[in-house]
C-alpha cells in the first residue's frame, strides 16, 4: 500500500480489513474444499459398502455383496437353461416335446 490517508489509526484499521477478508475468504475456499472431499468418501464408503456387503447388526439385516448377489444370478440361469434345454428327460423342455410328440404325432424325417 503506497497510499496513506495521513491517519495511522484509518491506515491500521485498512490494513487490519484487508487481512481479515484474506482470512475468511480462505477459511471459505478451505471449508468448501473439505465438504467436497468429505462428500465424494462418504460416496465412496457407500459403493465399498454396496460392493462388500454389510454385515447384520441388531435391528438391521445384513445385505449380500455384489459378487454374492452376482453368483444368485449365475445360479438361477444355470436352473432355467436345464429347463428350457432338452436334457435328460426331465425338464420342461422334455415335457413339453413328449406332449406335442402325442398330441401331434412323430416330426417328419429330415431330408437327406
Keep these: 500500500m503506497s497510499e496513506s490517508t495521513g491517519v495511522p489509526a484509518v491506515d491500521s484499521l485498512v490494513v487490519w480489513s484487508l487481512a481479515a477478508v484474506a482470512i475468511c475468504a480462505g477459511l471459505g475456499l478451505l471449508w468448501r474444499l473439505v465438504r467436497g472431499v468429505r462428500r465424494i468418501a462418504t460416496r465412496v464408503d457407500d459403493f465399498v459398502d454396496d460392493w462388500q456387503g454389510t454385515p447384520p447388526r441388531p435391528g438391521v439385516p445384513g445385505r449380500a455383496g455384489v459378487m454374492e448377489r452376482l453368483d444368485g444370478i449365475e445360479a438361477r440361469v444355470t436352473r432355467i437353461e436345464h429347463e428350457v434345454r432338452p436334457n435328460s428327460g426331465l ?9 406335442d410328440v402325442a398330441l401331434n404325432g412323430p416330426p417328419p424325417a429330415a431330408p437327406p
Design 91 to 99: 425338464s420342461m423342455r422334455d415335457a413339453v416335446d413328449r406332449v
